[in-house]
């Protein structure tokens, strides 16, 4: 009777359901979780009249399966020898068995004695350290003196059993990973990301699966033991680099418990529950980790929330977890979320690189109208002229960055994360929250405890006053020695504009196109009015105004207001021309931050030249067609030869940076991450 009891108790203690019952099982469609799914099959495939078993056995009662009890209960009208109801249960055996006082064997319904405890731990160990997930099943007949067949049951007061179950057996099934899953946990490891299981199953289970999915490789502090043949105390921390933590500690985890967990390097938590996953993501933001979390349930909402980044699945996520969610994975796939990786570092190294060509050109503009003050020159470059640079070719070359394929996808993708956890950065962020602490608590006069908890519920309000009391808080800090120091602190963080993008932008290549410009533009005075530096230098403090003639220091000619015009024009068309050439380089000399700027990545992005022919073809006809000459104050008799000075420019710099790479490739290499010993 035991096998029988268990296909009644799975069939029958259940919310699965199916679609339609007049085709075969195999052609059916379940609603349900996956387990609940896999035991109706499986029940059905078994009983040849379960199509009518919900008819022939009514629920007169039920008890959803909760993170609380993890066990679910239901009652049923069907008759024994003495009554008329029987109550199942299944849920995680552990909690089931304690639940019960007897055990059907073969020759009957007995009492629990060693022998029957020490086969359910090997059976269910067995099962367990499989993968597989292994679920429980009792059963009660009750009574009918005590419950008769209209008896009403209530949660609130209880008036069911709670005790005193016959256990009937255990069930496992193999749940297997999702295609892909292995890849991206992998994937997600190489590339520096920290990748935690939180479950509500078995340990062993829970470390099974870890292993099938790359997610553990290493041996946990028990197995090292068993492998050594010696107590888990004689083996030093240090020495391992995987943990499983049981859910029923978590509760008396101690500080320094917590920072040992998560000095590991592969992490399992594992019989948890809802609030134990928002302590998780709780403390790991604590270190100041970046914390995203996947779920789909109501009870993961909380952590969802309050995670950096909230994942809910779209398929089998409630609506509560996707509004609590920043993210919804169309697929429920956790491989999309390596595309989401990569595609989030793509964007940032491109914006990166369009950030250090926008700002290149805005050093010839400073210079230009700084040698205009300062010198004094002839303006080399007019402000309307400037917004020719800023929102005609430079709009259409920057934009291009955002279609700019990966250099290299795997050395994307072993990029160190840009804000590492370390010793240090913990260290760093406890002081500042300390120190935000102490000045809540001098502002406030509340106890620390206090002044923390309303700090952290203030920062998560929303709404007009909450937001303008930050940007009060905000503002007030700019005037503090903290904020000076601690914004120039030294760190292992990268920035969208770090050093090197302001190096390159502000002093080479800016310095590099600067001269090129005065080049072109002091050459072309010359070439087309005879106008020699010496005289734009001696003059240029009234050039073009009435009264400011001169003769010419090198043909003696007299120079009037309208020749000084018409030489700036000269002047400034090439100096316009000469950013824009010089530009042109830039534009793929800035795709290269992995490699030197030479490869078939170059060539892959077609918009790239699209934008360079669009913004060549722009800045030609601002300069060449003479009705422009009036509003924006250039000379379309300027020779082509000057393109010349600008592509040689151009080619200085595409030299420079080549140099460049090598020698900050030769002295600080690319931090890519370690490799993983094992990871498949």
Known sequence: PGPDEVFHIAGLCTRARFDRTDVPVVERTVSGDATESGLLRCVASRLPDFDTIGDRFEKVFEIPFNSTNKWAMTIHKKKHETGALMLYIKGAPERVLALCSTIMTETGIVSIAAEHTAKFDQAYTYMASKGHRV??????????????????????????????????????????????????????????????????DHPLTAEAIGRKINMMLTDTKSSLARKRQVPESEINESEVKAIVIHGDTIDDLSEKDWENIFDKEEIIFARTSPKHKLEIVKHAQSRGHIVGVTGDGVNDSPALKKADLGIAMNMSGSDVSKEAAAMVLLDDNFASTVSGIEEGRLIFQNLKKSVQYTISHTMPEVWANLFYIVVPLPLPLQAVQILLVDLGFELFMALSYAYDPSENKTGLMKLAPRKPVNEKSIDRLRLRKTLDREEHLARSGKSSEEAAEEEEEGDEKKGFVPAMRRTARNIRRLFTKRFWRESFEKTDDETLVDSDVLSWAYLEIGTLETIGCFVMYFYAMYYHCNIVPYDAVKYGSNWGIEGNEFNNSLTGELVDKNAQLTAQSYGQSAYYLGIM???????????????????????????SFYGLAGGAVFS????????????????????PLFWGIGLGFGVVI?????????????????????????LQ
């Open 135 to 200: 679920l429980a099943f009792a059963a009660l007949a009750l009574p009918g003196n005590e419950f008769p067949e209209d008896f009403e049951f209530t949660k609130d007061p209880i008036n069911y059993p709670t005790k005193d179950f016959t256990f009937y057996g255990l069930v496992s099934l193999e749940d297997p990973p999702k295609h892909g899953v292995r890849e991206a946990v992998g994937h997600c490891r190489a590339a520096g990301i920290k990748v935690m299981m939180v479950t509500g």
């Open 581 to 607: 050439f010089q530009q042109c380089f830039n534009l793929f000399v800035c795709k290269a931050r992995l490699a030197m700027p030479f490869g078939t990545y170059m060539f892959q992005n077609r918009v």
């Open 620 to 639: 030609l006809l601002m300069v060449y067609i003479p009705p422009f000459n009036v509003a924006f104050g250039t000379q379309y008799r300027i020779s």
């Open 654 to 678: 595409f030299a420079y940076a080549v140099l460049r790479m090598w020698i900050k490739r030769l002295l600080s290499p690319l931090r890519y991450t370690s490799d993983i010993a094992g």
